[in-house]
């Protein structure tokens, strides 16, 4: 029946005419063609497709746990002396000694600068010697005025002698006056020839030295800073705060606990308290200045320098924790690779923070699976996978 057909499958063309016009194959000749190549379409051995599936590849997981934790929120602070005082000249003279080393600790009432002395102590000298003048003088004008009202009571003086005698001795009394402010101004200027610290705290550089002539125009001479305790100041922005109202928590200070962290990583002691939040919001940034009060009695942090704050709540909650290792982000946004069912699979999440080296997880995941930490390059959504347990603990 399918002779023919065998033999054109085989490649024994059967004689034709010339230019004869070939005749479509039957379907009877298609079925022949089928049941002689039917050997070259057999599948493949089950070793040899197994060959071509990727190999699973090994992962190291941790198990999303909830686990009591304190919200944190990462801040960038400055750290401010509580008192800083610019040093400046406030009388023009020769500066004949500095009295303090750079750089070390002064105690309040500290002799710092002298300048030259004479020129002032006979300014006080001369304010002195006016005084005992006029002195001398509001003397005879109250002699004058007792004499004239007795003369005047025994009509024997006239009212005019009465009255110049006594504005006499009111000029007298207003002199005295004078000379007495002139005396105090010369004395102020004679102990302002003597600076000294207002505060206690640490000296900077003097800008000037000895042998110079110093004014309040001069400007700074040097500058002093409290060191024990300190400030940090830090802005807060707007979105934390509603997001502490939305929280139902309180958006209170109290036991509210504050850390330093240093530009290499390292963490300062001791820990400081919250002490003032701004009572407006900065226009520009969106942030409102909050200031925690650290103590520093080894002057370790220093007035100006830039600082990490870490601002931990007094109460712990539950919350879900992964490590940051976990994360992928991509323009959809953050996600993570959990193993199900052998494969890896992707979960959206949102992020609530960072507990010490982990994140807190919003939404996205619910606990108990096996977030894949170890591994993770090449790893996509439906790759087959052998989940361990990760080599180290991150969270």
């Not at 089928?34 to 070793?47: D, G, N």
């Not at 009111?170 to 005396?183: T, Y």
């Amino acid at each position: 029946m399918c002779s023919d057909n065998r033999r054109l499958a085989t490649g024994a063309i059967p004689a034709t005419q010339p230019w004869a016009p070939m005749k479509l194959p039957t379907l009877r000749t298609a079925f022949c063609l089928l049941a002689v190549f039917a050997p070259s379409f057999e599948l493949l051995p089950a070793s040899a497709q197994q060959a071509q599936q990727p190999a699973a590849a090994s992962v190291g997981v941790i198990v999303a746990e909830r686990k009591p934790v304190k919200r944190t929120i990462d801040l960038v602070g400055r750290i401010e002396a509580i008192e800083r005082v610019e040093v400046r000249a406030r009388i023009t003279g020769y500066l004949e000694k500095v009295s303090f080393q750079e750089g070390a600790l002064v105690k309040a009432g500290a002799p710092l600068y002298s300048i030259e002395k004479g020129l002032f102590e006979a300014a006080v000298d001369q304010a002195q010697g006016v005084l005992n003048k006029d002195k001398a003088a509001k003397t005879l004008s109250e002699v004058q005025l007792q004499r004239a009202e007795e003369l005047l009571a025994k009509q024997a003086g006239t009212q005019v002698a009465r009255d110049q005698a006594l504005a006499a001795d009111q000029a007298a009394a207003g002199a005295l006056l004078v000379d007495e402010a002139n005396l105090k101004t010369a004395q102020i200027n004679l102990d302002y020839t003597e600076i000294t610290s207002p505060i206690a705290g640490k000296i900077g550089k003097t800008n000037i030295t000895k042998g110079n002539v110093v004014s309040p125009q001069t400007g700074i001479l040097t500058t002093i800073v409290s060191q024990d305790p300190i400030y940090v100041s830090f802005p807060v922005s707007v979105r934390e705060f509603l997001a502490a109202q939305k929280e139902g928590r309180d958006v209170d200070v109290v036991g509210i606990k504050a850390y330093v962290f240093f530009s290499d990583g390292t963490a300062y002691s001791q820990p400081g308290k919250i002490n003032f939040v701004n009572v407006i919001v900065d226009r520009g940034t969106d942030t409102i200045l909050a200031r925690a009060s650290f103590p520093n009695p080894d002057g370790v942090l220093v007035d100006g320098q830039l600082v990490r704050v870490g601002l931990e709540s007094g109460s712990a909650q539950e919350r879900l924790l992964i490590p940051q290792a976990a994360l992928i982000s991509d323009q959809e946004g953050i996600y993570v690779l959990i193993v199900e069912d052998g494969k890896a699979a992707v979960r959206r999440v949102k992020l609530g923070g960072t507990s010490g080296t982990g994140v807190i997880v919003e939404e996205g995941l619910t606990g108990g699976e096996q977030v894949i930490v170890e591994g993770i390059q090449g790893i996509r959504g439906g790759s087959p996978v052998h989940a361990q347990p990760a080599s180290t603990s991150r969270s």
